[in-house]
């Protein structure tokens, strides 16, 4: 059974700072991977996606990176702003689970002014 | 341009009754997702539906069943709702099968008391 760790589960930092989150799946057979932010009480918005041809995707500050060998993605955010506050969810698409996607914890981030 | 809307946003009905909640996306998609995030905000898919073909969360009740009129809509019925069913419901679509970037509607918050 396919399972998801998101670590760390909340993060609290100044305005300015880069950050990393860490996405790791106990099956590395991913076949491809998505971030999403969630607002509260909204539905999530997707950030990136990183096909099954691809290591890495970047967009604006964000950049997201997924190691297929080891199961792991990083989500990297250059020069938070406190409108980067939300939670992060990665999702894998399983491969034996039709390529629907398993979902993460979700990490939740408060980046402070 | 609402992209994928979900009716209503809030529902708040007893233990017993029957409800639906509906979706439709105007994105051209070709599969949409029924997901439902609980009270600890793990968001676990509970359907996906394409061109007729269902494929099921085997752990999804019975009482719960999807019902598309066509490939832009997707309706979610529950009958004999319980306790343990309030949660929020999101509906997603992506263009093609699984394992495609998947875009999500607001949800719904389902409340049974």
């Known amino acids: 059974k396919q399972e998801v760790t998101q670590i760390p589960a909340a993060l609290s930092v100044p305005e300015g700072e880069n950050l990393v989150l860490n996405c790791s799946f106990t099956d590395s057979a991913i076949y491809n991977l998505q971030w999403f932010r969630q607002d509260p009480g909204k539905g999530l918005t997707s950030l990136l996606l990183i096909q099954s041809s691809q290591r890495e995707q970047t967009s604006g500050r964000l950049n997201a990176s997924l190691d297929k060998s080891s199961g792991r993605s990083t989500l990297y955010i250059a020069a938070s702003q406190p409108g980067d506050s939300a939670t992060y969810l990665c999702a894998g698409g399983v491969e034996n689970y039709g390529q629907n996607f398993v979902f993460g914890p979700g990490t939740r981030l408060s980046v402070l002014p | 341009d609402t992209a994928v809307s979900q009716t209503p946003k809030y529902l708040v009905t007893q233990m017993g009754n029957d409800k639906s909640i509906k979706c439709e996306q105007n994105?051209?998609?070709?599969?949409m997702y029924w997901y439902k995030q609980d009270s600890k905000k793990f968001l676990k898919i509970m359907f996906s539906y394409n061109n007729k073909e269902l494929i099921i969360n085997e752990t999804v009740p019975n009482r719960f069943s999807p019902k598309s009129p066509d490939k832009a809509h997707l309706n979610l019925h529950i009958n004999s709702l319980e306790l343990g069913d309030s949660a929020v419901y999101f509906c997603?679509?992506?263009?093609?099968?699984?394992?495609?970037?998947?875009?999500f509607g607001p949800g719904t918050r389902l409340t049974v008391t």
């Open positions: 997603a679509s992506s263009l093609g099968g699984g394992g495609q970037e998947q875009y």
């Open positions: 994105l051209g998609h070709d599969t």
